[in-house]
């Protein structure tokens, strides 16, 4: 005879039930488009287990849920933008802070303690399954997106002060940012060849890409406001900087397990060391070139 469940027990319970049911049918839509035999099994596996969980959930609440569509959309989503990897990592993530509540459980439901293993089991089988080709190249995305970050955000602010109108400004950004692109781009190729890669050519285009977005944002705010308005431009190009390495920053932290804080204090803290260098370079070079625009 199962004994009763206090109420506080039943809640958790109830919340958990609905949770394993969704994640159940994330991973099986998800399994759908994913790339591999391998991702597919694994996602699969993933899905029987979280179903078995939902049913032994249900064997307590006597309740028949059904999935909750707007959650299962929004992982969908997220998985078809930014690669299933980063929305199953994001989805995992969110079972850490239910720990304690399986600890609040252990005491009444002993089923909670097996449950609980296996749910830590999912970790290292998404680890292990990282199979994917966005992440395979991260490493040539932040190569890009870094070089364009120092490099075009200092010859930005540098650029401000001694050209002074945005419009010149933004002319000599994306001469320069079309010109770094190529180049990044080409050494990428040769480097990959060099080391008798045959991803080569994805490699330098991951990279390119990277740099040449990474350009034509922080070269945007110099197209959009006056030509007198290039300090305006100027804050809010390092506005756009300090998103950019949050976004990216957030997107590794999460699909790659590392950590976040250092990571982005240590970029923005450069990038922007970069500017302010750089800005104080144009007022030097205007004042003893003698140039006035």
């Known amino acids: 005879m199962q004994k009763e469940l206090s109420q506080k027990a039943l809640s958790i319970i109830k919340k958990m ?13 998800i399994a759908k488009f994913s790339k591999g035999e391998n991702n597919k099994n694994t996602l699969r596996r993933l899905a029987a287990e979280e179903k078995a ?39 995992e993530n969110g079972e850490e802070g239910a720990q304690k509540e399986y600890d609040l459980l252990a005491r009444e439901v002993e089923e909670s303690i097996v449950i609980r293993s296996q749910e830590e089991e999912h970790e290292k089988a998404l680890l292990e399954m990282l199979d994917e080709e966005s992440l395979k190249y991260v490493g040539s995305m932040v190569l890009g997106m870094n070089d364009a970050l120092v490099e075009l955000t200092g010859s930005l602010a540098g650029f401000t002060f001694a050209l002074q109108d945005t419009k010149v400004i933004a002319l000599s950004g994306l001469i320069m940012g079309i010109s770094a692109t190529f180049s990044m781009a080409s050494s990428e ?8 890669r045959s991803d080569a050519v994805k490699s330098c285009c991951y990279t390119g890409v990277a740099y040449l977005l990474t350009v034509a944002l922080l070269i945007l705010p110099y197209l959009l406001f006056d030509s007198t308005r290039y300090m305006t431009a100027l804050f809010c190009m390092i506005a756009i900087v300090i998103l950019i390495i949050a976004a990216f920053t957030y997107y590794i932290s999460v699909a790659k397990g590392e950590k976040f804080r250092s990571r982005f204090l240590e970029m923005s803290l450069i990038s922007i060391g970069v500017a302010v260098i750089s800005f104080f370079v144009g007022i030097l070079a205007k004042k003893f070139l003698g140039v006035d625009l």
């Open 17 to 29: 039930q609905q949770s394993e049911l969704n994640e159940s049918v994330i991973y099986e839509e």
């Open 53 to 91: 969980h939902y049913e032994i959930w249900k064997k307590y609440t006597k309740i028949e849920m059904k999935p909750q569509k707007m959650k299962i959309w929004k992982f969908k989503i997220l998985a078809r933008l930014l690669g299933f990897t980063f929305a199953l990592k994001l989805m």
């Open 189 to 196: 190729f040769l480097a990959a060849r060099s080391e008798g």
